[in-house]
């Protein structure tokens, strides 16, 4: 991502789906939404969606295996936007209406601070030659981004849990 610009505004939001409905959202259901947020991305010509150059994704299920589908995202935000915790609120509003009001979000970024004796602060501003918080992203990815835990059991082989996304039309 830092070949094609030097800086970017991190974001780090949790998909999730309402409680009262998460008994309807399986994860088929849970992909069907990743893909047509993710084609919402790539077609966008404004806004929030716009902005987004890229972004590490994880798809899980939380309790049992098979309910509580979420979906973890490290988004790559063009550094124009200058208030990252509100760009990641629009991203979180957009994902409420996606899903007609069964979605709802965490914004990680309105906690930056909670994370820095956990792997470092990776969301917000970050320029290329950070070497300090870019080590930290390094271990959001490594550490919590790829996580073996919390797949979902009604998946297949060939389901995808997780990925990467560029966006940039460069």
């Not at 849970?30 to 893909?35: D, E, F, N, S």
């Not at 919402?40 to 295996?65: C, F, M, N, P, V």
């Not at 004796?117 to 080590?135: I, P, Q, S, T």
Request: net charge positive; charged share 35%; proline share 1%.
């Amino acid at each position: 991502m830092f070949e094609r610009r030097k800086s970017y505004q991190l974001l780090f939001i949790t998909l999730v789906i309402k409680k009262y409905v998460r008994d309807d959202v399986n994860f088929e259901t849970m992909q069907t939404l990743r893909r047509k947020l993710f084609q919402r991305i790539k077609d966008a010509t404004r806004g929030i969606l716009y902005d987004i150059h890229g972004l590490i994704w994880r798809q899980e299920s939380g309790g049992s295996g098979d309910e509580n589908h979420h979906l973890h995202l490290v988004v790559f935000v063009s550094a124009s936007r200058r208030d990252h915790v509100t760009a990641c609120d629009e991203l979180g509003e957009y994902w409420v209406a996606l899903t007609r009001g069964w979605g709802d979000y965490d914004n990680s970024n309105r906690y930056a601070h909670s994370y820095k004796n956990r792997w470092g602060v990776a969301v917000g501003y970050l320029h290329r030659d950070d070497d300090e918080k870019r080590e930290s992203l390094r271990k959001v990815i490594g550490l919590y981004m790829s996580k073996v835990t919390q797949a979902p059991v009604d998946r297949d082989e060939d389901d995808k849990l997780s990925g990467r996304r560029k966006f940039c039309a460069e």
